[in-house]
């Protein structure tokens, strides 16, 4: 289970993730991915292969996106040796942050780093459970940016093509496990 090809792990994925119609909102199909990271075997395929895809990358820094990045980023850290560093919404972080604000479909969001979470020229690799519209991994990587670092690629475990969030992502590789087009 743990060395799964791409395709089988994408299949025990897509077999495994939970469609939550209407949620949080009318006309949202909700990914829940709780039960990918009850299963033992294919939580752990999966983070083996989000590393195993970075390994070639040099990263020094694994970065996960608030909340659901925090439970795939922290063991691909682990898995590749790396620190880990949130990215979470305002007010959460206690001490200095940068920040950036960025467009939502109505009204806009804000995102947080510590400012002293990398050094200049370190390499990081985004971690987030879904790409969607890509607003919120494009506003993250644009933050580590500024605060000097190198965004060696982002990696998604779902994206949802159909809504044509690399197209926000050009400046940066992406990976994801399994895409819904
Ligand atoms: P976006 O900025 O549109 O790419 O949205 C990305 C963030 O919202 C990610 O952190 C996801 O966890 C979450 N998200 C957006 N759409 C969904 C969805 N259909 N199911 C689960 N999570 C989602």
Same mark, same amino acid.
């Given at each position: 289970? &743990?060395?799964?090809?791409?395709?089988?792990?994408?299949?025990?994925?897509?077999?495994?993730?939970?469609?939550?119609?209407?949620?949080?909102?009318?006309?949202?199909?909700?990914?829940?991915?709780?039960?990918?990271?009850?299963?033992?075997?294919?939580?752990?395929?999966?983070?083996?292969?989000?590393?195993?895809?970075?390994?070639?990358?040099?990263?020094?820094?694994?970065?996960?996106?608030?909340?659901?990045?925090?439970?795939?980023?922290?063991?691909?850290?682990?898995?590749?040796?790396?620190?880990?560093?949130?990215?979470?919404?305002?007010?959460?972080?206690?001490?200095?942050?940068?920040?950036?604000?960025?467009?939502?479909?109505?009204?806009?969001?804000?995102?947080?780093?510590?400012?002293?979470?990398?050094?200049?020229?370190?390499?990081?690799?985004?971690?987030?459970?879904?790409?969607?519209?890509?607003?919120?991994?494009?506003?993250?990587?644009?933050?580590?940016?500024?605060?000097?670092?190198?965004?060696?690629?982002?990696?998604?475990?779902?994206?949802?093509?159909?809504?044509?969030?690399?197209?926000?992502?050009?400046?940066?590789?992406? &990976?994801?496990?399994?895409?819904?087009?």
């Amino acid at each position: 289970m &743990r060395n799964l090809v791409a395709e089988d792990l994408g299949r025990r994925i897509r077999q495994t993730v939970r469609d939550v119609h209407d949620f949080p909102q009318k006309g949202v199909v909700f990914k829940d991915i709780t039960p990918l990271i009850a299963d033992p075997d294919l939580f752990q395929a999966i983070i083996k292969t989000i590393a195993g895809d970075a390994a070639s990358e040099s990263v020094d820094i694994v970065v996960g996106i608030e909340s659901r990045g925090f439970i795939f980023g922290a063991p691909v850290a682990l898995a590749l040796g790396c620190g880990f560093v949130p990215v979470r919404k305002p007010g959460k972080l206690p001490y200095k942050t940068e920040r950036i604000e960025y467009a939502l479909e109505y009204g806009s969001d804000v995102l947080e780093v510590h400012r002293d979470a990398v050094r200049p020229g370190q390499r990081v690799l985004i971690v987030d459970d879904v790409l969607a519209t890509g607003g919120t991994a494009a506003a993250t990587a644009t933050l580590l940016e500024r605060l000097g670092a190198v965004v060696t690629s982002l990696a998604f475990v779902i994206e949802l093509g159909f809504l044509r969030g690399r197209d926000r992502l050009k400046a940066w590789p992406v &990976r994801s496990l399994v895409s819904y087009d």
